[in-house]
């Protein structure tokens, strides 16, 4: 009886062990297997970080280039002003006509003819910094448009 019950005792004590090392297998498998999804979840994370920074780096060179842009054409006015002066740029008939059709020619004397001369270009200068103005905020909007796409 008592071989028997060292038997029964020595077969459950076995089975005990082997249910505790299958059990330990199987938390280090599950172990093993959170593991490597941390892992792929920290590779798709480091990824979208380095597309994030990426997105930022371009953003912030499109806004640089804007800026620049904006402070350029602080000048456009008057260099339009000047080569219109100088000679080197000329209005169209319908631009230049626009304002001296308002003045009588029979009225108009040589001073008031001087003046909306001097008015054109410097109403031509503002019209081509407020284009170029927008020129320069459609280009700086594809530009974001295009980074924020991914292209």
Do not use: N
């Not at 371009?58 to 640089?64: F, K, M, Q, R, S």
């Not at 109403?123 to 081509?128: D, I, K, L, N, Y």
């Amino acid at each position: 009886m008592a071989v028997i019950a060292a038997f029964v005792l020595w077969s459950a004590a076995m089975f005990g062990m082997g249910w505790a090392w299958r059990g330990d297998r199987a938390e280090g498998s599950e172990a093993l297997s959170q593991v490597a999804t941390g892992k792929q979840a920290l590779q798709v994370e480091k990824q979208a970080r380095a597309v994030e920074h990426k997105q930022a780096e371009d953003l912030a060179a499109i806004g640089e280039k804007y800026e620049e842009d904006r402070t350029a054409a602080q000048a456009v006015p008057a260099a339009v002003v000047a080569d219109l002066r100088d000679g080197r740029l000329q209005l169209r008939d319908d631009l230049a006509t626009c304002s001296t059709s308002l003045l009588s020619q029979a009225v108009a004397g040589a001073v008031e003819r001087d003046q909306a001369a001097q008015l054109r270009a410097e109403v031509a200068g503002a019209f081509v910094q407020v284009g170029r103005d927008a020129d320069d905020q459609v280009r700086a909007c594809q530009a974001v448009i295009e980074v924020d796409r991914g292209g």
